[in-house]
């Protein structure tokens, strides 16, 4: 059973480009959520995503934007990327049964350095 | 809004000795509590988690947890440290507020570092 994989493992780019980082979740789940992990912090929750509508925000800006496909996957999209954007992002997979969604499973990350 | 605390950003432990990690939270509602490993340049392993019923919660790899409303904590032990151990700890909560699931506020972390 193949858990949740995130493409790709590392990625540089320059002060100002785009970035897209992409996710497929755990087989069998539906909801998609994704978090930052600057060096030395625990992650910081970005968005989560269900039935391709994010359907919660954490504090982060408009530059940070998503989407899901049809097939559950995800992508996190970044805009005008920033320094302090350097971090790894984490995406995590989890069941959505009755509105209810709390067992996280957790990717390996992409590791983003920002110069 | 909720929020976690891990006291100690490290913790040291001889191998064979009892191990314990702190987590305190704040929540509005009920929460679900969790604790994550991880492993140098890995994502986040679920180690155990809190939802209802049962306060004892045991995991993974002999770890167990207690949650304590009185005290608003969700301490993280394991009675014997094995060098395997030795990894990040991160304590999460989620708050169900029965419109959907919020994601996850996870404490700094504690790092575990096992003493041969």
């Known amino acids: 059973d193949a858990g949740v994989t995130q493409s790709p493992t590392h990625l540089i780019k320059t002060r100002g480009q785009q970035v897209t980082l992409r996710c497929s979740p755990k087989?069998?789940?539906?909801?998609v959520s994704w978090y930052q992990q600057a060096l030395g912090q625990g992650p910081q929750f970005i968005f989560q995503?269900?039935?391709?509508?994010?359907?919660q925000r954490g504090n982060f800006p408009d530059r940070f934007s998503g989407h899901q496909f049809p097939n559950y996957s995800s992508e996190l999209n970044v805009n005008a990327l920033l320094l302090g954007d350097s971090a790894l992002y984490l995406c995590?997979?989890?069941?959505?049964?009755?509105?209810?969604?709390?067992?996280?499973?957790f990717g390996p990350g992409t590791r983003l350095t920002v110069t | 809004a909720q929020s976690v605390t891990q006291l100690g950003s490290h913790v040291s432990v001889s191998e064979g000795a009892l191990v314990l990690l702190r987590c305190n939270y704040s929540s509005s509602v009920p929460p679900y509590l969790f604790w994550y490993v991880q492993y140098p340049n890995q994502g986040l392993q679920l180690l155990l988690k809190y939802t209802t019923g049962a306060t004892l919660v045991k995991g993974i790899n002999g770890f167990e947890a207690e949650f304590k409303k009185s005290e608003t904590s969700f301490h993280l032990t394991k009675p014997s440290a094995h060098m395997s151990d030795a990894a990040e700890y991160f304590c999460?909560?989620?708050?169900?507020?029965?419109?959907?699931?919020?994601?996850?506020?996870f404490g700094k972390g504690t790092h575990l570092i096992i003493q041969p």
């Open positions: 999460a909560v989620s708050d169900y507020s029965g419109g959907g699931a919020d994601g996850l506020t």
């Open positions: 995503y269900y039935e391709e509508e994010e359907r």
């Open positions: 087989s069998g789940h539906d909801t």
């Open positions: 995590a997979s989890s069941r959505t049964v009755q509105s209810a969604s709390y067992e996280q499973y």
